[in-house]
T-cell receptor, first 111, second 118 residues
Framework: EDKVVQSPLSLVVHEGDTVTLNCSYE??????LLWYKQEKKAPTFLFML????IEKKSGRLSSILDKKELFSILNITATQTGDSAIYLC???????????FGGGTRLMVKP | KAGVTQTPRYLIKTRGQQVTLSCSPI?????VSWYQQTPGQGLQFLFE???????NKGNFPGRFSGRQFSNSRSEMNVSTLELGDSALYLC?????????????????FGSGTQLSVL
């Protein structure tokens, strides 16, 4: 059974700090790892990673995948209060029909 | 382009009742998936539909069922509601072309239906 573990469970930082969120996984026939941000209800897509060592960036957010060690990190630099959310990591296998999600990391950014 | 639309936004039911939730995917998306989100279990996969066919099902009892219509809109039904069914039910659509084929597994989520069972 596929498994995704995220750490830390929650995190409180101040504006301007840099945070690193972790995601480790066990999946048979890995295909991709995805990061989502969930502020209220609808998770919104951040990144999809399929290859090791290639960093994906979007503004202050970046993510990288290590397929040998089976983990990914999501970095947020110069955090803002608007970054407060639950960050979800998910993996797909080669059948590609479903996402297996981790429990999420709840990030709170204080002014 | 309109996003994924779920109705209703909120529902309150009592134990033993049944409920039907609706989801309209992004125009052109033919794959619709349903997920249940609870504080204790996180996001768990319920089922996925593509071209009116259920392609995959998660580990949920038979009380949870769904269907997809020819216009790709989907409904899920929960019968004989239990207290533990209280959750946020999220629908997601994607443009994934076919089972097992390389495609875009990126899901676009709706805002969900918050179901409370009393």
């Amino acid at each position: 059974e596929d498994k995704v573990v995220q750490s830390p469970l929650s995190l409180v930082v101040h504006e301007g700090d840099t945070v690193t969120l972790n995601c480790s996984y066990e999946v048979t026939n890995f295909r991709s790892l995805l990061w989502y941000k969930q502020e209220k209800k609808a998770p919104t897509f951040l990144f999809m990673l399929t290859s090791s060592g290639i960093e994906k960036k979007s503004g202050r957010l970046s993510s990288i995948l290590d397929k040998k060690e089976l983990f990914s990190i999501l970095n947020i630099t110069a955090t803002q209060t608007g970054d407060s959310a639950i960050y979800l990591c998910a993996v797909t296998d080669n059948a590609g029909n479903m996402l297996t999600f981790g429990g999420g990391t709840r990030l709170m950014v204080k002014p | 382009k309109a996003g994924v639309t779920q109705t209703p936004r909120y529902l309150i039911k009592t134990r033993g009742q049944q409920v039907t939730l609706s989801c309209s995917p992004i125009s052109g998306h033919r794959s619709v998936s349903w997920y249940q989100q609870t504080p204790g279990q996180g996001l768990q996969f319920l089922f996925e539909y593509f071209s009116e066919t259920q392609r995959n099902k998660g580990n949920f009892p038979g009380r949870f069922s769904g269907r997809q219509f020819s216009n790709s809109r989907s409904e899920m039904n929960v019968s004989t509601l239990e207290l533990g069914d209280s959750a946020l039910y999220l629908c997601a659509s994607s443009s994934r072309p076919g089972q097992g084929l390389k495609g875009n597994e990126k899901l676009f989520f709706g805002s969900g239906t918050q179901l409370s069972v009393l």
